[in-house]
């Protein structure tokens, strides 16, 4: 994960600023690839379709709103299995394949407390790293429902606008709509 990290060039201040947090975090404490109170290591993804014209989401429960998919690194050090793992498991999609295989934006994001199947989880760090994956907009989907309520595809052009999370639209999907197109203009 340390050289995922440091072999990624950042596109803005807040991924050079995410970026130096995530290196000092790893070098005072360690690579948190489970789930430590402060601050942990996740993984998300945008799937796109095969023409790349419509992405998918989920309706996460606990942020009531459309959002992409992700997980914790749970001791797994190895962040393309594990999103591979978590979009099968909040999607159902099982054939699914990396457009790239680095990763296309790293943040920290805060995770407010909340209480996750009956206990409370103080508020603490998402160090995440996104990849960029598609699938067959064809094949068949399914809600996980202890997380999610609805999966769906969307056209492309409807990327920051979906979630009814402000910042997230703002600050972290409009970086990744920018990041995709770019990706998409280089192909």
Do not use: C
């Amino acid at each position: 994960m340390k050289s995922i990290i440091e072999n990624y060039i950042p596109v803005n201040r807040q991924e050079e600023k995410d970026r130096e947090l995530m290196l000092q975090i790893i070098e005072h404490e360690g690579i948190p690839l489970g789930r430590e109170p402060e601050a942990h290591f996740t993984v998300s993804a945008i799937v796109l379709n095969h023409q790349r014209d419509q992405f998918l989401f989920v309706y996460h429960n606990l942020y009531d709103s459309w959002s992409w998919m992700g997980g914790h690194m749970d001791g797994d050090p190895d962040p393309k299995r594990v999103i591979l793992k978590e979009v099968g498991e909040e999607s159902g999609l099982t054939d699914v394949s990396f457009i790239s295989d680095d990763i296309i934006s790293l943040e920290v994001l805060t995770v407010e407390g909340h209480v996750k199947r009956g206990q409370y989880v103080s508020s603490h760090l998402h160090l995440n790293v996104t990849y960029l994956l598609e699938a067959d907009s064809n094949a068949p989907l399914r809600i996980k429902p202890d997380e999610n309520r609805g999966v769906r595809w969307f056209p492309l052009d409807q990327f920051t606008s979906v979630s009814n999370e402000k910042w997230f639209n703002e600050h972290i999907y409009n970086k990744l709509y920018r990041r995709i197109l770019s990706i998409m203009n280089n192909d």
